[in-house]
T-cell receptor
Framework: GAVVSQHPSWVICKSGTSVKIECRSLDFQATTMFWYRQFPKQSLMLMATSNEGSKATYEQGVEKDKFLINHASLTLSTLTVTSAHPEDSSFYIC?????????FGQGTRLTVV | AQSVTQLGSHVSVSEGALVLLRCNYSSSVPPYLFWYVQYPNQGLQLLLKYTSAATLVKGINGFEAEFKKSETSFHLTKPSAHMSDAAEYFCAVTITSGSRLTFGEGTQLTVNP
């Protein structure tokens, strides 16, 4: 199947700093990328949907100024957590939309200290 | 709006026993249904998907699921559990192929020796 590569797989940052997470579709063009957040022992919560070349659509309750999403090309989408705080610590997963299904990255474990 | 409900947040079976993970869906239009598996600190791996073709869907690692419209169910089964099957399992639904997914709450499967 298609591959979505997500980096980094884990990151620890200081409170107040920003962190960028990259999501690349390696063998297909993902016109749409989905970004999810997953708290421990919980399901995935959709944060935003990004379409190549346009602004992301954020789910209700997700701060667009805090979670900046860029989808500049058909193979790359990035999520930047700005001015991170401990409550932003979570597991973030991206997903690229293919022709018939969505393909998931490996996830990024963010810990803000 | 579509939704899925996974009955049982935890399921425990013995190695070699039948695995049954339950998923019921709600959708106003014919759905696309998916089962994913997630190992700790990893992304989601697709086990199988229903896309309105055969109602009995066979997936990877010996798993299969049957779409039952009359019961609005899409339960996941495996005849004989293996220790490596221990993981979190998510049922998901969408109404457009490749579109955003709505996930169930997940079921943690434990396999006892």
């Amino acid at each position: 199947g298609a591959v979505v590569s997500q980096h980094p797989s884990w990151v620890i940052c200081k409170s107040g700093t920003s962190v960028k997470i990259e999501c690349r579709s390696l063998d297909f063009q993902a016109t749409t990328m989905f970004w999810y957040r997953q708290f421990p022992k919980q399901s995935l919560m959709l944060m935003a949907t990004s379409n190549e070349g346009s602004k992301a659509t954020y789910e209700q309750g997700v701060e667009k100024d805090k979670f900046l999403i860029n989808h500049a090309s058909l193979t790359l989408s990035t999520l930047t957590v700005t001015s991170a705080h401990p409550e932003d610590s979570s597991f973030y997963i991206c997903s690229g939309r293919g022709d018939t299904e969505a393909f998931f990255g490996q996830g990024t474990r963010l810990t803000v200290v | 709006a579509q939704s899925v409900t996974q009955l049982g947040s935890h399921v425990s079976v013995s190695e070699g026993a039948l695995v049954l993970l339950r998923c019921n869906y709600s959708s106003s239009v014919p759905p696309y249904l998916f089962w994913y598996v997630q190992y700790p600190n990893q992304g989601l791996q697709l086990l199988l998907k229903y896309t309105s073709a055969a109602t009995l869907v066979k997936g990877i690692n010996g798993f299969e699921a049957e779409f039952k419209k009359s019961e609005t169910s899409f339960h996941l089964t495996k005849p004989s559990a293996h220790m490596s099957d221990a993981a979190e399992y998510f049922c998901a639904v969408t109404i457009t192929s490749g579109s955003r997914l709505t996930f169930g709450e997940g079921t943690q499967l434990t396999v006892n020796p």
